[in-house]
């Protein structure tokens, strides 16, 4: 059913790991170009099926969990700024042709550009739907520390194949740029559309998990415990200080900062991350356990790079010198190192 088209421009915000409200340049542009905003969030079905090769689940219990929350908080931030963000289950080439189709004239569809294949399959199909309806498609980098137009190489394929050659060419030659200052309010969704609710692990042919009491991450998703962390990590204990020393441990919440989990569906923003390091750094005390947290967002940059650079070859088994490697293929040895034998392993390890 086609809505009444509402007088003003529209823009349609497709959100996937930039789980955000702070230092969200999709939101920020689409509010400076728009007077009413979709926030869109689609469960995209073929991230809850199993791998080619032995069906691994691409989304476990614990995850699906983790990113129920993580919607779950975003969600509820944009309702007390005046917004929402839709939900639904589908491709989001597909729910957002239909969307546009029901809501009428549409301006633009903006989201976060991503680096692997998959996520970049469903941006070549999204900009066919906007190119097929004269939609304006228009997309952001804003997932690694150092913006990717930042770099000291003039092309991708100029980045070393080394990290220290990387981070040192990064570190004496780019800046950081500064977080993005966020309206407290976001211009409102258009009316008559139904908000989609949030779906539950059965949904999903999955159960909650259950929480074992030793775990080392008691976490839960979402933007707010993310920046909770962070509070916690930095500046009510000062942990952040002996980072380095404690960082590999294995037992306990606070050896390490615990910011993968939050980074890898953009609940927390890299560049937040680094002004805070600078802000301790200025009103505590800066050493190697401070550099180090950035140090280690920058590995996290490289390898963002490296897939751009390679592409689908990140995931081949001949890796990226391809190199041939004498696989085998003993089903029997793969089902026992996937059981007990792997927790007998670890064990004698670390006995």
């Not at 009428?104 to 989201?111: H, R």
Request: hydrophobic share 35%; aromatic share 12%; charged share 25%.
């Amino acid at each position: 059913m086609r809505m009444m088209a509402a007088p003003g421009r529209i823009v349609i915000c497709l959100l996937r790991n930039d789980l955000r409200y702070h230092d969200n340049e999709v939101l920020l542009w689409a509010h400076r170009n728009a007077d009413y905003i979709v926030p869109l969030y689609c469960f995209d079905p073929r991230h809850y099926v199993g791998t080619h090769y032995y069906n691994f689940p691409k989304t476990g219990p614990h995850r699906l969990k983790f990113l129920l929350e993580s919607i779950k908080d975003l969600r509820n931030t944009l309702k007390k700024i005046g917004s929402n963000l839709l939900l639904r289950r589908g491709h989001p080439e597909n729910v957002i042709e239909d969307l546009i189709k029901q809501i009428g004239p549409v301006s633009a569809v903006a989201l976060q550009e991503e680096a692997t294949k998959e996520e970049l399959d469903v941006e070549k199909s999204l900009k066919q739907v906007c190119t097929r309806h004269g939609v304006k498609y228009h997309t952001i980098w804003g997932s690694t520390l150092y913006h990717r137009e930042d770099l000291p190489f003039r092309h991708i394929s100029g980045l070393p194949d080394i990290y220290t050659q990387f981070r040192k060419a990064v570190e004496a030659q780019c800046k950081v740029r500064p977080t993005l200052q966020m309206p407290e309010k976001l211009k409102p969704l258009p009316g008559g559309l139904e908000e989609g609710s949030v779906p539950t692990a059965e949904d999903f042919g999955e159960q909650d998990p259950l929480t074992d009491p030793r775990t080392a991450f008691p976490c839960s998703g979402g933007e707010s415990q993310a920046l909770q962390r962070l509070q916690h990590y930095f500046w009510d204990t000062n942990l952040v200080a002996s980072y380095k020393d404690t960082r590999n441990g294995l037992i306990g919440m606070d050896y390490s900062t615990k910011f993968a989990p939050w980074l890898a569906l953009g609940c927390i923003s890299p560049r937040y991350i680094f002004e805070q390091i600078r802000k301790y750094e200025k009103e505590q005390t800066a050493n190697q356990s401070t550099y180090w947290v950035i140090f280690e967002l920058l590995w996290r940059d490289y390898f963002r790079f490296v897939a751009l650079k390679y592409g689908r070859r990140i995931f081949f088994l001949r890796g990226l010198q391809d190199k041939e490697v004498p696989w085998k293929k003993d089903l029997k040895q793969f089902e026992a190192w996937k059981g007990q034998c792997l927790s007998y392993i670890i064990s004698s390890c670390t006995a």
